[in-house]
């Protein structure tokens, strides 16, 4: 459910087409079609919008996030790609906004991952003042819209994060493979 609601959101905000979409919820394109026209319908607004910021980018050949990032637009520039870049950017800038505020306050981040910050905390208080770091970068952002910060996993003990998906599992024992093979690490039993 979760990997096709993820399908359904980049057809609706990035401009993905019937038949990929078709492809990505495994339904005919028929039906791809209906849910994309039910969503322009309902919400006229919302897709005025995001063609408005994909025309204005074109005609002034330059898109920029909140805090001023720019991305500058080349003389054939995909739309899709125009299309993507408020949301794109906007998690940018709420990822690094996050990680500099958790960094003033004591809470040095491990790691960014995609979307997400990996960090150690010493107790469950350090993980709440974390979450409303977050959460406070994100109304920043957003102009005071609420985002929700989620915990993926808390792990003690010296326990490590283990991503369950079969191609993340392919991944991390790619890496631990090569790290065995230069001896940063010993050999696994």
Request: with cysteine; charged share 25%.
């Amino acid at each position: 459910m979760r990997q096709r609601m993820k399908v359904l959101q980049l057809a609706i905000g990035y401009g993905m087409g019937v038949p990929s979409l078709a492809r990505g919820l495994d339904r005919h394109p028929l039906i791809a079609s209906g849910i994309l026209e039910r969503h322009r319908r309902t919400y006229p607004r919302f897709w005025q919008w995001r063609e408005d910021i994909m025309v204005s980018a074109m005609l002034e050949r330059r898109i920029e996030s909140v805090f001023g990032w720019p991305l500058r637009i080349t003389t054939s520039p995909n739309k899709r790609t125009l299309y993507n870049f408020p949301a794109q950017a906007g998690g940018a800038e709420m990822l690094r906004l996050a990680a500099w505020r958790l960094c003033e306050a004591g809470i040095v981040p491990c790691m960014l991952i995609h979307d997400g910050i990996l960090f150690e905390a010493t107790n469950r208080e350090e993980v709440e003042h974390a979450k409303e770091i977050m959460r406070a970068a994100g109304r920043d952002v957003c102009n005071g819209f609420e985002i929700g910060v989620d915990t993926d996993q808390m792990l003690v003990g010296g326990a490590r994060y283990s991503d369950k998906r079969p191609m993340a599992k392919k991944m991390w024992a790619t890496i631990m493979a090569a790290l065995e093979a230069v001896r940063a690490i010993p050999k696994r039993p």
